[in-house]
């Protein structure tokens, strides 16, 4: 990411996860641990250890050595208490009883594969697993559970989108929705974000930005890619969410986690045919499509640049980006905007239009050369 050096960000480790080739076990072997001990404050409401948990992981994530003893991570950042005993027993043993503890727990079990259906939370499973049910077959046999539509389709496509995405399905993907932009407005143009915008090889899904040069239209773009969308019979759910935006709220001072703007996600019908290669699943082959989860989000184009860097991810690497912002620059960072806290609002937020602005021209600028 090359705003690492904009921003100087260097110190901070958690920003370079991605694209390191380094696989060592026992690093592993501890960042599913921490990941696990996450999950289980997750599911149990307990915010603090929950992300102190996740930061470990992703700390250890980002090492380009192997973790032989305790030591050699003195200097890391957050590694509190309960991560490095968590890290010693398992340098020293190869496990953890904790968190064997927690993996032979029927809560976290019931908890762990409910949660992996589509439209379903944690609040949600914790309630159907204080009913007494425990598999999938237990909650479409009890006729007094009513599953939203969300998770209708959730269960419906199960095994399709709990399979991973490959990088040939997320191109296919990526033609399909910018020939249906173009199709709406030639000079409109679509950008893969998210996991695959970050190198990932395979993903839970496939996010896109989609933009027009006409600030405004943005609403109606969305709403239109959904009706070609299901024109083309590809169109398997949809959860359209209007833009909630207004310009002149800017900044927001408060931190928001999600964003106003026009969005929607999907389920879509991949075929075979699309792909080079074909399909990640032996089952969709034979059957000549697969369900794919997407995700389309449509910002004003001078907010392009901020959903783009927000979009990208990680959820870990926002996280940690907004804090740089507001610990070490006095800035406020979302998907909407960057404001300068230590200036007058109107004066901080005029460069930052013209950046924003800039970036959104030089986005338009790539896709259609790419075109
Ligand atoms: P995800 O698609 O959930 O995650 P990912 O692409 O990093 O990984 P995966 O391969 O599992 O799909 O989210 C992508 C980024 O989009 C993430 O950083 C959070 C951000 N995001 C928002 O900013 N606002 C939103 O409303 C949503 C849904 C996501
Ligand atoms: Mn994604
Ligand atoms: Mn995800
Ligand atoms: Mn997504």
Redesign the pocket.
């Known amino acids: 990411l090359p705003m690492m050096h904009v921003l100087d960000i260097s110190w901070f480790t958690a920003c370079m996860r991605e694209g390191r080739p380094v696989a060592v076990e026992t690093r592993h072997l501890i960042q599913d641990a921490f990941e696990v001990l996450a999950e289980f404050y997750e599911f149990n409401e307990v915010e603090g250890p929950c992300l102190a948990f996740r930061r470990a992981a992703s700390v250890l994530k980002s090492l380009a050595w192997s973790v032989r003893r305790l030591g050699a991570t003195e200097g890391l950042p957050c590694l509190g208490e309960r991560s490095k005993s968590v890290m010693e027993e398992i340098l020293q043993s190869g496990r953890s009883f904790e968190v064997e503890k927690i993996l032979s727990d029927e809560r976290y079990q019931t908890l762990k594969l409910f949660t992996s259906v589509f439209g379903v939370g944690p609040k949600t499973a914790e309630k159907w697993y204080r009913r007494g049910l425990r598999s999938f077959s237990d909650i479409l046999a009890e006729p007094s559970i009513h599953l939203n539509r969300m998770q209708q389709s959730g269960f419906r496509h199960y095994g399709d989108i709990s399979r991973a995405?490959s990088r040939a399905e997320a191109r296919a993907l990526g033609n399909i929705i910018d020939e249906a932009v173009r199709a709406i407005t030639a000079d409109g143009a679509a950008a893969l974000?998210?996991?695959?915008r970050?190198g990932?090889e395979?993903?839970?899904?496939?996010?896109f930005i989609v933009t027009t040069p006409e600030v405004g239209r943005e609403d109606r773009l969305l709403t239109d890619i959904i009706e070609s969308l299901k024109q083309q019979g590809i169109l398997l759910y949809c959860d359209y969410q209007a833009s909630t935006f207004d310009q002149s709220k800017l900044p927001s001072h408060k931190f928001e986690?999600?964003?106003h703007f026009a969005?929607c996600?999907l389920i879509l019908r991949l075929d075979c045919s699309r792909v080079d290669g074909g399909l990640n699943s032996v089952e969709g082959d034979s059957r000549g499509w697969r369900a794919v989860?997407v995700?389309l989000?449509s910002p004003p184009v001078d907010r392009y640049a901020f959903?783009l860097l927000?979009?990208?991810?990680?959820?870990q690497?926002?996280r940690d980006l907004r804090r740089f912002a507001r610990s070490e620059r006095r800035m406020l960072l979302d998907?909407h905007a960057l404001y300068d806290k230590t200036k007058d609002s109107d004066d901080s937020a005029r460069p930052v239009r013209l950046i924003s602005n800039a970036w959104g021209r030089e986005a338009r600028r790539s896709e259609r050369d790419k075109g």
Not at 193 to 196: D, H, N, P
Not at 202 to 207: A, L, M, R, T
Not at 310 to 315: A, C, D, N, P, Y
Request: net charge neutral.
């Open positions: 995405v974000t998210g996991g695959f970050r990932k395979f993903g839970h899904d496939v996010d986690a999600m964003d969005k996600f989860r995700d989000v959903t927000g979009w990208t991810g990680s959820r690497f926002e998907n």
